[in-house]
């Protein structure tokens, strides 16, 4: 419960820092490739694999430390996704994170053992963030006007990008599975 709590207010800082740094130049351009990655691996880590590599905590700062590592791990597509929808626009950014949050902390167990009955589930989350990934490059300034795209072309782009990572992580998990 005190490694979760501390993610969760790790989670809000960092939000609100990543969405006061979204003006920054290059920032959409990194924040969406680095999603894209994301999504890869969100997809490719849906794979069942084996446990035993896994060391347990051997106390409650252990604990409490690996529960934050691996949600700081975890939640940065969160972070991400949040900022980056906001817009800067601060109410917003209070309803992404009041509507994640729970969701995240809360249903996470919920949500995993729906994606190990219904493996779609994991597709649909990469391909989504595929689609935000492309959104946040495209909103990139410096290549919002080197394109100047119309609305149809950028959807069209978001969707290649949303099909792309499904692609993409599916070669990376065939390639791993021919190597195992």
Same mark, same amino acid.
């Given at each position: ?12 800082? $960092?939000?609100?820092?990543?969405? *006061? ?5 290059? %920032? ?13 691996? #969100? %997809? ?23 529960? $934050? ?6 939640? /940065?597509?969160?972070?991400? =996704?949040?900022?980056?929808?906001? *817009?800067?626009?601060?109410? /917003?950014?209070?309803?992404? $994170? ?15 053992? $729906?994606?190990? !009955? ?8 990469? =391909?989504? %963030? ?7 490059? /495209? @909103?990139? @300034?410096? #290549? ?6 119309? !609305? ?5 782009? *978001?969707?290649?990008? =949303? ?8 070669? %990376? ?5 021919? *190597? =195992?």
């Amino acid at each position: 419960m005190l490694g979760a709590g501390l993610a969760v207010v790790l989670r809000i800082v $960092l939000t609100f820092f990543v969405a *006061q740094m979204m003006n920054l130049p290059w %920032l959409h351009l990194v924040g969406g490739v680095l999603i894209l990655w994301i999504a890869v691996k #969100v %997809l490719m880590d849906s794979e069942p694999e084996e446990a035993g590599h896994i060391r347990p905590a051997t106390g409650l700062m252990s604990a409490m430390w690996v529960i $934050l590592v691996a949600d700081i791990t975890m939640s /940065l597509d969160n972070v991400l =996704a949040v900022a980056g929808a906001s *817009q800067g626009n601060i109410w /917003l950014l209070i309803f992404g $994170l009041g509507l994640s949050i729970p969701l995240v902390v809360g249903a996470s167990g919920v949500l995993s053992r $729906l994606m190990d !009955k219904y493996p779609i589930i994991a597709y649909i989350g990469s =391909a989504v %963030l595929g689609r935000v990934g492309a959104e946040m490059i /495209l @909103k990139e @300034k410096m #290549v919002e006007d080197y394109l100047q795209i119309s !609305k149809y072309t950028e959807w069209t782009i *978001q969707l290649l990008a =949303a099909i792309a990572v499904l692609a993409i992580a599916k070669l %990376l998990m065939k390639r791993r599975s021919l *190597q =195992a």
